[in-house]
Every structure is written in structure tokens, then in C-alpha cells.
């Protein structure tokens, strides 16, 4: 009773302190707005250096009302997403060989820390080159940027679970498929989740890198057009774009953390 009391008082309060600071990032939006008015104000800089505010806001509209800004939106997003997919997926394959065998880890290490030595910007073209400007070389970016930060965090969940849970578990004779599912993945899964807020930050990298490469569509591409354009207020148009779709993306990696670490606020 006591315990359900305290739980009752300790969600209270976090909500009321949510109520009285949820007002901080809109303010802390608007005074960067206004600094950034009284920045144009004062130095009186061309548009095709640094545009208002307000003329990024009209040329949102613009590209909203062309149809421009939800079309290369759409396509940059479809890289993000499948990019994050192949990378994290493929990451918690090779991320549960390692942790279960050393032998795979002494031979997979040095490869795998070698493709952290050599940044994407520099294979980027290459995979351009190999497989076309198509979807596919920006999906093989995404998901390279991706698999490093997702390995690491699968490698330390798994390596964290308790010894002493293993041992129970095997004294009562559980299958491999029964450790992994009641066992490892409930342990390994808060790590892992922290891993994947990362790479989906980083998947936005991915697309924009390969886009920048060689791209006739996509946010990158857009930028391109608007950077040899000197249309600016553009350029400010699609970054904008890019950091609501890299929010996105980690806010729903929260909420999924939020649904699938539910049962860890019963205990």
C-alpha cells in the first residue's frame, strides 16, 4: 500500500514538473528566431547570404504549395528508413556473434574497426559509382553509418546480462531459444534501444551524404539545387526538413523504448 502511494506521489510530481517546463523549448525556438531577425537587422546581410526567418518561412510555403518539398521529403525519408532497417538489423546479427563467441570477435574486430577508420564521406562515391545514384547506394550508406553505433550497444546489452542469471537459467535446463527470449534480449534491450536512438540520428547523415554524392531527388539534392541557385532561404528550407525528420525518428525510437521497457516500472 505505502509502495503504491509513493508511485501515486512520484507521478505527480514528475507531472508537475512537466507542466511548468514544457513552455521552455518553444521559448527557447522564439529567441533564437528573434536573434536570428536581429542578426539580418543589424548586419543587413543580402538574402543569398542569410535570409529572414520570414523569407524562409514564405519559401516553406512555396515548396509546400509546389509539391517540391513533399516529394524529395518522401524519398529521403524511404532512404532513412530502410537504411536504419538494413543497418540495424545487420548489426544485431553480428552484434550476437560477437557477444557469444570470441573466436568471431577476434576475427570480425579488426574489420570492424577499420570501417570506423575510413569515414563514409570518402566510400560514398565509391558506392555510387558501384551501385548507381539510385535508392540503393544511398540505403547502403544509411545503413553503414548506422551498424557500428547498433553493434556496440547489442555487444555491451548482451555482454551485461548477470552471470548469475545465466546460471539459473541453465540449471533449469532452458534451450538457447528460451535464454535469448526471457533472458537476453529483456536485459540487452535498454542498451540496445540507446544504440538505436543514435543510429537514427545518424541515418540522416547517411541519406544527405549520399545524396550530396549524386542524387537527381531527395533533401540533399534540393539543397544542391538551392546552394547553386544562391536560393538560400531553399537551403534553410530543407535543413530545417532534415532536423524535423531526425526528431522524428527519435522520438518515435522513444516511444518504442517507452512500450517495449514498459514492464520495467511494475518491477
Same mark, same amino acid.
Given at each position: 500500500m505505502d509502495l503504491n502511494i509513493a508511485r501515486k506521489f512520484e507521478g505527480l510530481s514528475s507531472h508537475n514538473q +512537466?507542466?511548468? *517546463?514544457? +513552455?521552455?523549448?518553444? &521559448? &527557447?525556438v522564439l529567441l533564437v528566431l528573434l536573434a536570428w531577425e536581429g542578426l539580418v537587422r543589424l548586419t543587413g546581410f543580402p538574402a543569398f547570404i542569410l535570409p529572414s526567418p520570414w523569407m524562409v518561412a514564405e519559401r516553406f510555403v512555396r515548396a509546400l504549395a509546389d509539391g517540391s518539398l513533399l516529394r524529395h521529403t518522401g524519398v529521403t525519408l524511404? @532512404?532513412? %528508413? /530502410? #537504411?536504419?532497417l538494413c543497418g540495424a538489423f545487420s548489426a544485431i546479427l553480428v #552484434?550476437? &556473434? =560477437?557477444a557469444k563467441? $570470441?573466436?568471431? @570477435?577476434r576475427i570480425a574486430s579488426p574489420f570492424l574497426v577499420a570501417s570506423q577508420a575510413v569515414p563514409v564521406v570518402a566510400i560514398a562515391p565509391l558506392l555510387v559509382i558501384w551501385f548507381g545514384q539510385g535508392i540503393l547506394s544511398k540505403v547502403l550508406i544509411c545503413a553503414l553509418i548506422v551498424f557500428f553505433p547498433v553493434l556496440v550497444n *547489442? =555487444? %555491451?546489452g548482451l555482454r551485461a546480462v548477470p552471470r548469475s542469471l545465466? @546460471? /539459473?537459467m $541453465?540449471? /533449469?535446463? &532452458?534451450?538457447? +531459444?528460451?535464454? /535469448?527470449r526471457h533472458l537476453e534480449i529483456p536485459s540487452a534491450l535498454p542498451v540496445f534501444l540507446g544504440g538505436l536512438r543514435i543510429g537514427a540520428t545518424l541515418s540522416v547523415i547517411g541519406a544527405i551524404v549520399g545524396e550530396f554524392v549524386g542524387a537527381d531527388k531527395g533533401l540533399g539534392f534540393l539543397i544542391n539545387v538551392g546552394r547553386g541557385q544562391f536560393d538560400t532561404a531553399l537551403v534553410f528550407v530543407a535543413v530545417f526538413t532534415l532536423v524535423g525528420l531526425a526528431l522524428t525518428l527519435y522520438g518515435a525510437v522513444i516511444l518504442l523504448e517507452k512500450k517495449l521497457l514498459a514492464w520495467q516500472e511494475k518491477i
Open positions: +512537466w507542466k511548468h *517546463t514544457h +513552455w521552455i523549448p518553444p &521559448a &527557447a524511404f @532512404e532513412i %528508413v /530502410l #537504411g536504419l #552484434g550476437y &556473434a =560477437v563467441s $570470441r573466436i568471431f @570477435e *547489442t =555487444v %555491451v545465466n @546460471e /539459473l $541453465r540449471s /533449469l535446463r &532452458a534451450s538457447r +531459444w528460451q535464454m /535469448l
